[in-house]
């Protein structure tokens, strides 16, 4: 397994051994992985948050991670999450297999592959666009996103 970070308690929302991402709902790139996502984990191992969200918030604090200033992904299973480049790479190894050939970059240095997250990340506005808001889930794809319970 990847180098994650471990939470004593498991992740609210997320059934066990569910894959939760978290992305910034605001961010052009960010909706274009979601829809990528969408498209192409058909066994619909993953379920999506907008940090923006209640549900992309309780996430956030659970992790321990900042609920306003948000420059990176998040993948949250069970009792582990990662962040920026690993991230990345555990939701690739969540895809079909045809995707798997990705996961090769893992033999860069994390440390490089998390400076060039980094760039991105810091630069995805001005490189992409920003909505003014967050989008909503299309009807069809409304599953796919974590609803906390009413």
């Not at 909706?31 to 209640?54: E, K, M, T, Y």
């Not at 033999?107 to 980094?118: F, H």
């Not at 991105?120 to 996103?145: M, Q, S, V, W």
Request: charged share 25%; aromatic share 10%; hydrophobic share 40%.
């Amino acid at each position: 397994m990847p180098a994650s970070q471990t939470r004593p308690s498991p992740a609210p929302l997320l059934k066990p051994g569910e894959t939760g991402v978290l992305f910034d709902g605001v961010c052009k790139l960010c909706n274009g992985w979601v829809r990528f996502l969408i498209r192409h984990d058909r066994q619909q191992r993953v379920r999506l948050a907008a940090v923006q969200s209640p549900e992309g918030q309780a996430l956030l604090a659970w992790a321990g991670l900042p609920l306003d200033q948000f420059h990176t992904m998040a993948v949250i299973r069970d009792r582990h999450y990662w962040e920026r480049s690993q991230a990345y790479f555990e939701v690739i190894a969540q895809l079909p297999a045809r995707w798997h050939p990705v996961l090769l970059l893992r033999i860069l240095p994390r440390t490089l592959l998390d400076w060039a997250y980094d760039r991105i990340a810091l630069n995805r506005y001005r490189l992409f666009g920003k909505y003014d808001t967050c989008l909503l889930p299309d009807p069809d794809h409304e599953r796919r996103f974590l609803k906390a319970p009413l």
